[in-house]
């Protein structure tokens, strides 16, 4: 019994040795296909799609994009230290980080992933919700206004990512000055 347990596995077990694979890529693939565990990994991989349909939508709607393409809109993105923060962090797991010479790499994977028939559901989605993931009915109860939604007699009460970037911004110039002036 152990003798044709071992030739089962046999071209498995020679395949990997005889090849350029990483030992450590492979058994994170196959601990990653264990049923019922859902690692990092697992996570960052399924999520990493709808990250990317949910923050092109967002910019595809802010009035600064109105009248660009979808290429040019994810051109800027991809070059953004905002991407290669987002990238570096769905992608820490796999050793892989932003490569500013794969930056049509980039454009053109968001633009398959974009029109692929698979995201129909998420991009219809997001666009309802302005590219904002809900997470669930929750109501202020002093206004009993969703604070998730757009409500279409007042302005959006949530941040503008304009606002946050000038924000970031200043915060980054003071440390600046308070570095000189220490020094």
Same mark, same amino acid.
């Given at each position: 019994?152990?003798?044709?347990?071992?030739?089962?596995?046999?071209?498995?077990?020679?395949?990997?040795?005889?090849?350029?694979?990483?030992?450590?890529?492979?058994?994170?693939?196959?601990?990653?296909?264990?049923?019922?565990?859902?690692?990092?990994?697992?996570?960052?991989?399924?999520?990493?799609?709808?990250?990317?349909?949910?923050?092109?939508?967002?910019?595809?709607?802010?009035?600064?994009?109105?009248?660009?393409?979808?290429?040019?809109?994810?051109?800027?993105?991809?070059?953004?230290?905002?991407?290669?923060?987002?990238?570096?962090?769905?992608?820490?797991?796999? +050793?892989? @980080?932003?490569?500013?010479?794969? /930056? %049509?790499?980039? *454009? !053109?994977?968001?633009?398959?992933?974009?029109?692929? &028939?698979?995201?129909?559901?998420?991009?219809?989605?997001?666009?309802?919700?302005?590219?904002?993931?809900?997470?669930?009915?929750?109501? +202020?109860? @002093?206004?009993?206004?969703?604070? /998730? %939604?757009?409500? *279409? !007699?007042?302005?959006?009460?949530?941040?503008?990512? &304009?606002?946050?970037?000038?924000?970031?911004?200043?915060?980054?110039?003071?440390?600046?000055?308070?570095?000189?002036?220490?020094?």
């Amino acid at each position: 019994m152990g003798k044709v347990a071992k030739d089962k596995w046999d071209k498995v077990i020679e395949y990997l040795t005889h090849s350029d694979r990483d030992l450590q890529k492979v058994l994170s693939l196959l601990k990653g296909c264990d049923q019922g565990s859902a690692s990092n990994y697992d996570v960052n991989r399924a999520s990493y799609s709808l990250n990317i349909i949910a923050i092109v939508t967002q910019k595809q709607l802010d009035p600064e994009n109105k009248d660009k393409s979808l290429t040019h809109i994810i051109k800027q993105w991809v070059k953004s230290k905002d991407f290669m923060q987002f990238y570096n962090l769905m992608r820490k797991q796999e +050793n892989i @980080t932003w490569d500013k010479s794969k /930056l %049509e790499d980039y *454009t !053109k994977q968001f633009k398959d992933l974009w029109y692929s &028939k698979s995201q129909s559901k998420s991009k219809e989605y997001f666009k309802k919700i302005d590219g904002f993931i809900r997470l669930g009915d929750s109501f +202020n109860k @002093t206004t009993e206004a969703n604070l /998730l %939604e757009k409500d *279409t !007699k007042e302005e959006e009460t949530r941040p503008k990512a &304009k606002i946050i970037e000038k924000t970031f911004d200043k915060i980054k110039q003071n440390e600046r000055r308070s570095r000189t002036n220490i020094s």
